[in-house]
């Protein structure tokens, strides 16, 4: 997903008390971001974070970060989170980070994660672009250095190459596939409690099947 460049973006952003900045310092420090020592489940490529505000509401004894790289995007994420701050629906366990997610290693330290959420993220269908796919092998190095060890990751998608691609990534990557279904909303067990995405939403509407995957190490 990227929105057209919006005039005042950035700035909107750099001043919004739902994003954290200076990320290098919060670094194994996020209890103290969130005042408490609950999990940290993180979603990684968040777009306009409707998936994290649900999952914020519904479990209030964890905490979630979203991470996105376009200000265009987190710009929606910030508005739609300053609408609810309105009403005094805003979750209290949600924070948005603008990076890069090349970048995790810098923003969370060792353990200090508990879940990663990929939903829906970019094919990067060029063989040479493999690597800026989230579920590549580079990236599951970086997972691998600040995920809990009990911790896993839970990626969906409507891609079947990317799909693929990413179960057999998943080893090659040392991880295992814990659990996986080629029909997510039709397979009772992994679909219990499954929170759509703004994106999961729009494809399955479409009839396209949903696929996802649960890993672990
Ligand atoms: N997860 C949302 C959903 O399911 O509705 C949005 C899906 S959208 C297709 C993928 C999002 O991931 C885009 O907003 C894109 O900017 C973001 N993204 C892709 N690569 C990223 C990266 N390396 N770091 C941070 N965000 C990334």
Same mark, same amino acid.
């Given at each position: 997903?990227?929105?057209?460049?919006?005039?005042?973006?950035?700035?909107?952003?750099?001043?919004?008390?739902?994003?954290?900045?200076?990320?290098?310092?919060?670094?194994?420090?996020?209890?103290? !971001?969130?005042?408490? @020592?609950?999990?940290?489940?993180? =979603?990684?490529?968040? $777009?306009?974070? /409707? &998936?994290?505000?649900?999952? #914020?509401?519904?479990?209030?004894?964890?905490?979630?970060?979203?991470?996105?790289?376009?200000?265009?995007?987190?710009?929606?994420? !910030?508005?739609?989170? @300053?609408?609810?701050?309105?009403? =005094?629906?805003?979750? $209290?366990?949600? /924070? &948005?980070?603008?990076?890069? #997610?090349?970048?995790?290693?810098?923003?969370?330290?060792?353990?200090?994660?508990?879940?990663?959420?990929?939903?829906?993220?970019?094919?990067?269908?060029? @063989?040479?672009?493999?690597?800026?796919?989230?579920?590549?092998?580079?990236?599951?190095?970086?997972?691998?250095?600040?995920?809990?060890?009990?911790?896993?990751?839970?990626?969906?998608?409507?891609?079947?190459?990317?799909?693929?691609?990413?179960?057999?990534?998943?080893? @090659?990557?040392?991880?295992?596939?814990?659990?996986?279904?080629?029909?997510?909303?039709?397979?009772?067990?992994?679909?219990?409690?499954?929170?759509?995405?703004?994106?999961?939403?729009?494809?399955?509407?479409?009839?396209?099947?949903?696929?996802?995957?649960?890993?672990?190490?």
């Amino acid at each position: 997903m990227r929105l057209r460049n919006i005039p005042g973006a950035k700035e909107t952003i750099e001043n919004n008390r739902f994003v954290v900045h200076q990320i290098q310092e919060k670094r194994n420090h996020w209890k103290d !971001v969130f005042g408490n @020592e609950n999990p940290v489940h993180i =979603e990684v490529g968040m $777009g306009k974070g /409707r &998936f994290l505000m649900e999952m #914020a509401a519904l479990n209030p004894e964890i905490n979630y970060v979203g991470i996105e790289m376009y200000d265009s995007v987190l710009l929606r994420a !910030v508005q739609k989170m @300053e609408e609810k701050a309105a009403q =005094e629906t805003a979750p $209290g366990n949600l /924070r &948005f980070i603008r990076m890069d #997610a090349r970048e995790l290693p810098l923003a969370f330290g060792k353990n200090e994660v508990d879940r990663i959420y990929l939903n829906f993220s970019d094919p990067w269908p060029k @063989e040479r672009h493999a690597k800026r796919r989230l579920t590549s092998r580079q990236f599951f190095e970086r997972y691998d250095q600040i995920l809990a060890p009990q911790g896993v990751v839970e990626f969906k998608t409507d891609n079947r190459p990317l799909f693929e691609f990413s179960l057999e990534e998943t080893e @090659e990557a040392g991880w295992k596939i814990m659990a996986h279904t080629f029909d997510l909303h039709h397979d009772p067990t992994m679909n219990e409690g499954n929170v759509m995405t703004e994106y999961e939403e729009k494809f399955s509407s479409m009839g396209n099947p949903i696929y996802k995957l649960i890993a672990g190490r």
